[in-house]
């Protein structure tokens, strides 16, 4: 374990074997322990103004397979197991996890699969493919045709296609960490084709993991319908909405957000490990 250097000189940092490479983890304060799972073209960096959880909690941000530092090849599927593999080298044997968008799909993927390692769950900006229908049935994103671009090797194009999309829209205070991040983003999940993490309605509706669907007043009238119906049809689940906040809420109204996550561990998270 090292300390994390340059300007982010706030995180003990560790690698962590997973099937077929290794996933930085950074990790920051202590008590129970928080796992963070970052969205699609993101990395650990997304959840900085998290980091004042710490005084509470042992928050851990993690670079998923495919994206950030990781070397582990790009792959939804195998994220549960990832999952696992980051709190057991943190010794947690109950932890609480929060995912924003694609991590989002990540969380509830493992919520599904292993519901007695978990306390609390916490989704910001969740997809639900397949069970919420689309707004108007026009997908989001156009996944293909930002694929195409990097396939042809034009991922300059791409970012600056994705830059411009509504769910990547922050208040102007964020936008250079936005920024730094897409910089760094080299486009390696996209040269792969796997399957998205679909969830059915049973699956929501056996969740028995106290859960927390977040999104911002500003986010897309789909995600926003997606928070409406998990906190409808999960057993223990809540929907609330941050005022003044896009699909990265969590930057746009950090403090809101923070406070949020913060009351909702309270309330629901063991005190053990």
Do not use: C
Request: proline share 6%; charged share 25%.
């Amino acid at each position: 374990m090292q300390r994390e250097g340059s300007d982010h000189d706030i995180a003990d940092v560790r690698w962590i074997d997973v099937e077929g490479g290794k996933l930085p983890v950074r990790s920051i304060g202590s008590g129970p322990v928080v796992l963070f799972l970052h969205g699609w073209t993101l990395d650990w960096r997304i959840w900085l103004p998290q980091s004042a959880l710490a005084q509470d909690m042992q928050i851990v941000f993690p670079d998923r397979r495919g994206f950030g530092g990781s070397t582990a090849p790009p792959l939804l599927a195998a994220e549960r197991d990832d999952v696992t593999a980051i709190a057991d080298q943190f010794g947690a044997g109950k932890f609480a996890l929060v995912g924003l968008s694609q991590g989002a799909s990540v969380a509830l993927d493992y919520a599904r699969s292993n519901p007695e390692r978990l306390n609390a769950l916490v989704l910001i900006g969740a997809p639900l493919h397949g069970l919420v229908p689309d707004t108007d049935n026009v997908p989001e994103i156009d996944r293909p045709a930002l694929s195409a671009l990097v396939r042809a090797g034009k991922l300059p194009d791409m970012l600056s296609q994705w830059r411009r999309h509504p769910l990547t829209q922050v208040t102007e205070e964020n936008r250079a960490l936005l920024d730094e991040i897409l910089r760094d983003y080299d486009g390696r999940d996209q040269l792969v084709d796997q399957g998205a993490l679909d969830m059915s309605l049973s699956d929501l509706h056996a969740l028995s993991v106290p859960t927390l669907a977040l999104a911002g007043e500003k986010d897309s009238a789909w995600r926003k319908q997606v928070a409406q119906f998990i906190g409808e049809n999960t057993p223990q689940g809540v929907t609330q909405y941050v005022p003044d906040a896009g699909h990265l809420a969590n930057i746009d109204q950090p403090e809101t957000v923070n406070a949020l996550i913060r009351d909702f561990f309270k309330n629901n998270s063991s005190k053990e490990d």
